[in-house]
Nanobody, 124 residues
Framework: QVQLVESGGGKVQAGDSLRLACEAT????????MGWFRQAPGKEREFVVG????????VYADSVKGRFTISRDNAKSTLYLQMNSLEQEDTAMYYC?????????????????WGQGTQVTVVS
């Protein structure tokens, strides 16, 4: 089991950057594949990016490639999402998720554990 708590969201202007963090509790964080999802108002939750348990493999949604970077620090049991060049379309609640799985799933139903989310709002 792993419990996830996101932080780092906020309200920023288009073009700004934010760094989200997802702190995990539990002894086996390092064995989980991790993902970031987001859900905008009136839309379904969508996959943003995932990272393998050792951090050697990543998968990005096309909409964030080149702007977002996922990373993890297994020693600190923390997952990160660096978001640069933010756009209004990035406004959403951002969730981290965990699954004991290889390869990296992109469908939310494949993930077993979820955080409560952190809100990101990008204004022009």
């Amino acid at each position: 089991q792993v419990q996830l708590v996101e932080s780092g969201g906020g309200k920023v202007q288009a073009g700004d950057s934010l760094r989200l963090a997802c702190e995990a509790t539990g002894r086996t964080f390092g064995t989980y594949t991790m993902g970031w999802f987001r859900q905008a108002p009136g839309k379904e939750r969508e996959f943003v990016v995932g990272i393998s348990w050792v951090g050697g493999s990543t998968v990005y949604a096309d909409s964030v490639k080149g702007r977002f970077t996922i990373s993890r620090d297994n020693a600190k049991s923390t997952l990160y999402l660096q978001m640069n060049s933010l756009e209004q379309e990035d406004t959403a609640m951002y969730y981290c998720a965990a699954v004991f799985s290889v390869p990296i799933p992109q469908r939310e139903e494949k993930y077993d554990f979820w955080g409560q989310g952190t809100q990101v709002t990008v204004v022009s």
